[in-house]
């Protein structure tokens, strides 16, 4: 399991062409996006709002098909 720094900054710690595992993050559906993932040739991508163990939440667009989260937005 990963250990956060605590700085200021209540960002979640999830980066573009990371491995989403919805396991670690508390996941809940947000929406779809009619968008190519970056890394397949998946033609759709989900957006789960996320939340990590410390609390911090924030939005990640993850292909379903490789898991690779795509884009972090708000
Ligand atoms: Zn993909």
Redesign the pocket.
Known sequence: MRRALLHEAPTILISVGEDFKSIVWKAQYDMDFNTE?L??F?ER?TGYRVEDELGRSGKVAV?P??E?V?AIYA
């Open positions: 993932c890394f397949c998946s991508i292909c098909h490789c690779k795509n």
